[in-house]
């Protein structure tokens, strides 16, 4: 049963009623966000998220914070650094707001499971980078229709969201996962196709960036590709990112309660931050998109080239 937090005095969050409207700053303090994974883009999106008054979250993520965090994850410190950052995102929200009510799982797999969880919420926000997670909340969203506020990390700033009745990712950019338990997704064959085509979905909603990025970044692009490092991260993007994908969910709780609200970005398209315009809407597949053949060509090449030329 879901849990939400008394009306509060004085109200902390009486500022934004000039932006969303008296009807949905209440309803967003009975509102639900499910968001497994708290790293550089899942912290920033659940900070925005609490300072609107949010009255529930549905927390996962069983890693802890370290040094390398420093750069991009808002609850990063030397007084936070190997706390887990479930723990540590509970008490920052909890500063922020006492009342708003915290519930934490283990991280999972399980699609039954985790449609459970997500049909007692109004929306699902993937913090997480893993494949095998990601696939995982979105076939679960599907099964609860509820909608997915996701990004895509390369190669540009964007949200990206899939509503109840609109194809999942892994279908619309062609994953080889379809058919496959998640966790078998992870396996590196499976999860290397996977991400060139994440990218290869970027680069076509930027048209000309691929050809216009030099010798050194298409280096860092073939080994990114080969998943030889680290995923990236850079706390100006991350934030961003965060942001965005935060008003979009708020856009989709005031969607789905029927109420008058700022079209934050609505209905989730693919921003094109290398043009500041929004591009493709989120529901076009990869394969009707024109390039996207050349474009695959193209970083299977670099992903191929050890010198990523």
Same mark, same amino acid.
């Given at each position: 049963?879901? $849990?939400?937090?008394?009306?509060?005095?004085?109200?902390?969050?009486?500022?934004?009623?000039?932006?969303?409207?008296?009807?949905?700053?209440?309803?967003?303090?009975?509102?639900?966000?499910? *968001?497994? +994974?708290?790293?550089?883009?899942?912290? #920033?999106?659940?900070?925005?998220?609490? =300072?609107?008054?949010?009255?529930?979250?549905?927390?996962?993520?069983?890693?802890?914070?370290?040094?390398?965090?420093?750069?991009?994850?808002?609850?990063?410190?030397?007084?936070?650094? !190997?706390?887990?950052?479930?723990?540590?995102?509970? =008490?920052?929200?909890?500063?922020? !707001?006492?009342?708003?009510?915290?519930?934490? %799982?283990?991280? $999972?797999?399980?699609?039954?499971?985790?449609?459970?969880?997500?049909?007692?919420?109004?929306?699902?926000?993937?913090?997480?980078? $893993? *494949?095998?997670?990601?696939?995982?909340?979105?076939?679960?969203?599907?099964?609860?229709?509820?909608?997915?506020?996701?990004?895509?990390?390369?190669?540009?700033?964007?949200?990206?969201?899939? %509503?109840?009745?609109?194809?999942?990712?892994?279908?619309?950019?062609?994953?080889? $996962?379809?058919? @496959?338990?998640?966790?078998?997704?992870?396996?590196?064959?499976?999860? #290397?196709?996977? @991400? %060139?085509?994440?990218? #290869?979905?970027?680069?076509?909603?930027?048209?000309? @960036? *691929?050809?216009?990025?030099?010798?050194? !970044?298409?280096?860092?692009?073939?080994?990114?590709?080969?998943?030889?490092?680290?995923?990236?991260?850079?706390?100006?993007?991350?934030?961003?990112?965060?942001?965005?994908?935060? +008003?979009?969910?708020?856009?989709?709780?005031?969607?789905?309660? +029927? %109420?008058?609200?700022?079209?934050?970005?609505?209905? +989730?398209?693919?921003?094109?931050?290398?043009?500041?315009?929004?591009?493709?809407?989120?529901?076009?597949?990869?394969?009707?998109?024109?390039?996207?053949?050349?474009?695959?060509?193209?970083?299977?090449?670099? =992903?191929?080239?050890?010198?990523?030329?």
């Amino acid at each position: 049963m879901q $849990t939400f937090p008394k009306s509060s005095a004085p109200d902390r969050f009486v500022r934004q009623e000039g932006i969303v409207g008296p009807e949905l700053h209440e309803a967003l303090a009975r509102s639900s966000v499910f *968001l497994p +994974g708290l790293g550089a883009i899942g912290s #920033a999106t659940l900070t925005a998220l609490a =300072r609107t008054g949010i009255g529930r979250f549905v927390l996962i993520d069983d890693d802890e914070i370290g040094y390398e965090n420093f750069s991009s994850q808002l609850f990063a410190s030397e007084q936070t650094v !190997h706390a887990g950052k479930v723990r540590t995102a509970k =008490r920052f929200v909890q500063a922020i !707001h006492p009342e708003c009510s915290i519930e934490t %799982l283990p991280v $999972t797999c399980d699609v039954d499971r985790l449609a459970e969880v997500i049909a007692a919420v109004d929306v699902v926000v993937l913090g997480m980078d $893993t *494949l095998s997670g990601g696939i995982a909340c979105c076939r679960a969203a599907r099964i609860a229709s509820r909608p997915v506020v996701d990004f895509l990390y390369f190669p540009t700033v964007n949200v990206l969201s899939t %509503l109840p009745g609109w194809s999942v990712p892994e279908e619309r950019f062609g994953y080889p $996962t379809r058919g @496959l338990r998640p966790e078998e997704c992870d396996a590196p064959a499976i999860a #290397a196709e996977s @991400l %060139l085509r994440v990218v #290869a979905y970027g680069f076509c909603c930027n048209e000309g @960036l *691929l050809e216009a990025i030099g010798p050194r !970044h298409r280096q860092a692009l073939g080994s990114f590709l080969r998943m030889e490092a680290q995923i990236p991260s850079f706390a100006p993007m991350t934030m961003q990112v965060g942001a965005m994908m935060a +008003g979009q969910a708020v856009s989709l709780i005031a969607h789905s309660k +029927g %109420l008058p609200h700022v079209p934050l970005a609505w209905p +989730g398209f693919y921003i094109d931050h290398y043009r500041l315009r929004s591009a493709v809407p989120a529901h076009e597949s990869l394969s009707e998109m024109p390039g996207h053949r050349a474009t695959l060509e193209a970083l299977t090449h670099l =992903r191929d080239s050890v010198g990523g030329s």
